[in-house]
């Protein structure tokens, strides 16, 4: 699959290079060159390949991971998803290529440039579309350690909107992932723990910032209140920052008769032992899944909720954003 691929980059275009990517895979996808199952190429093989920045490559997988069409599984890469949004998609530009083959076949037989045929079809639908009314987009910007599944869950059922997902990792070394971001929309949405650092990297960028936290639902504080004294408790996120935060909203409502420790999904090694040593171990949703196959019957989830201030400074986001 990999020497199979055959992507192009023109920096002449007017369209983003993470643009030109994006929409060539996705093509590729819908129109089944690349299949179900099929591994993409590692990000520093094709941006060595295409001459671009490794960071860009990162960022179209995860807009595609986004839209459902891939899935970046840690040491198995990212592969193209069995998923609705396949299946969706592949009827979708099934029936586009045998148009544009059509229109192609016809556009060179009168002697049409392709190029200024694009540009001027772009130009035809700006023109003749109706007034948009879709959905709010919001960018929703959190470190992979975190329950990011969570916030943007909240978000999309709070606004009704479309979320893009940046982490901020990829972000603080993207160059032009500020730009690319906020090319999907201005609306940047983050968390307590990051909004200082993310107004930086934003700094001189037209962006209206919303910060949301959330809380623990409080029938499990409770429980883990009821715990005896030296009970040994892991608490399990995706990474061991999100453990961290589990622990601290623990330790802040006053619970302190517990040993608590953190731990990401992303340290195994540390995670396997933890597990055997712990007496009672909460993951949060994102984590659940795999942390219940490993320790089955010491597992419970790790409830959040998005607290009411959010919920209120969200909605008028959406609202707003829909004017």
């Known amino acids: 699959m990999d020497n199979e691929l055959s992507l192009k980059v023109d920096p002449h275009l007017t369209f983003s290079v993470n643009t030109q990517i994006r929409e060539q895979l996705k093509w590729l996808i819908g129109i089944g060159k690349i299949r179900p199952g099929d591994r993409l190429p590692p990000a520093n093989q094709l941006a060595d390949r295409l001459g671009i920045n490794r960071n860009t490559v990162n960022w179209v997988y995860t807009q595609l991971r986004d839209e459902g069409l891939v899935v970046m599984q840690k040491g198995r890469g990212t592969q193209v998803a069995r998923s609705q949004a396949v299946a969706q998609l592949q009827e979708k530009r099934q029936a586009m290529h045998r ?85 999907f929309s201005t609306i940047v949405v983050t968390t307590l723990n990051h909004v200082e650092e993310v107004r930086a990297l934003l700094t001189g960028f037209e962006a209206r910032i919303v910060t949301i936290g959330a809380a623990v639902h409080a029938p499990t504080l409770l429980e883990i209140a009821k715990l005896a004294p030296g009970t040994k408790v892991s608490f399990v996120c995706l990474g061991k920052a999100g453990g961290q935060w589990m622990a601290s909203r623990v330790k802040e409502a006053g619970i302190a008769q517990i040993e608590a420790e953190s731990f990401g999904l992303d340290d195994k090694a540390s995670l396997a032992s933890s597990l055997k040593r712990s007496d009672r171990i909460y993951a949060s949703a994102a984590a659940y899944p795999e942390v219940s196959a490993l320790a089955p019957g010491k597992v419970a989830i790790y409830p959040m909720v998005l607290e009411k201030s959010s919920e209120s400074l969200l909605a008028e986001a959406g609202t707003g954003s829909a004017r």
């Open 99 to 183: 148009l544009l083959t059509n229109t192609i076949g016809e556009a060179s037989a009168a002697g049409a440039e392709l190029g200024e045929l694009f540009t001027a079809a772009l130009a035809y639908t700006l023109l003749h579309q109706d007034t948009p009314t879709g959905k709010p987009r919001f960018v929703f910007v959190e470190c992979k350690e975190h329950d990011y599944p969570f916030y943007r869950r909240e978000i999309e059922r709070v606004t009704g909107g479309e979320v893009r997902t940046v982490f901020l990792e990829d972000l603080r070394g993207a160059g032009s992932g500020a730009a690319e971001a906020l090319a």
